[in-house]
């Protein structure tokens, strides 16, 4: 039988986690069209969830980034190296849950464009022999 390692469970975490700041922060700026097609957007039906949600994400990956040394996945350099991104896609959060405009949410999306693989990157480099 086939179970997954912490390490695939890590990533998967991460994958998650970084998929919600991504996704809500596109549609906020797409909700006026989401809203127009009919479509029920958490952006469209439920606009402080839709902040609340990439926010708490953005957060969660600090603390999954913090994970992998005790896992035993990297080194204890991951979550130090790792944590001025984390921080910075956090601070974008913060903004795009608080400022709620089009500004904000676009800059955390593309955030998250770079966000993704550089953590990865960075968890690549410190990764246990």
Same mark, same amino acid.
């Given at each position: 039988?086939?179970?997954?390692? %912490?390490?695939?469970?890590? /990533?998967?975490? $991460?994958?998650? +986690?970084?998929?919600? #700041?991504?996704?809500?922060?596109?549609? &906020?700026?797409?909700?006026?069209?989401?809203?127009?097609?009919?479509?029920?957007?958490?952006?469209?039906?439920?606009?402080?969830?839709?902040?609340?949600? %990439?926010?708490?994400?953005? /957060?969660?990956? $600090?603390?999954? +980034?913090?994970?992998? #040394?005790?896992?035993?996945?990297?080194? &204890?350099?991951?979550?130090?190296?790792?944590?001025?991104?984390?921080?910075?896609?956090?601070?974008?959060?913060?903004?795009?849950?608080?400022?709620?405009?089009?500004?904000?949410?676009?800059?955390?999306?593309?955030?998250?464009?770079?966000?993704? #693989?550089?953590?990865?990157?960075?968890?690549?480099?410190?990764?246990?022999?």
């Amino acid at each position: 039988t086939l179970s997954p390692t %912490a390490g695939a469970l890590l /990533l998967g975490g $991460i994958l998650y +986690s970084w998929q919600f #700041p991504h996704f809500n922060a596109l549609s &906020w700026g797409l909700r006026e069209d989401y809203s127009r097609g009919g479509y029920c957007m958490m952006s469209v039906t439920h606009p402080g969830l839709c902040r609340r949600v %990439a926010l708490r994400h953005c /957060l969660a990956l $600090i603390g999954l +980034s913090t994970v992998a #040394p005790v896992l035993d996945i990297t080194t &204890w350099t991951f979550p130090v190296i790792s944590l001025p991104i984390n921080l910075y896609i956090s601070y974008l959060g913060f903004r795009f849950y608080r400022d709620a405009d089009r500004s904000s949410s676009r800059k955390l999306f593309f955030c998250s464009l770079w966000h993704l #693989p550089m953590l990865l990157l960075v968890m690549f480099t410190c990764k246990k022999p």
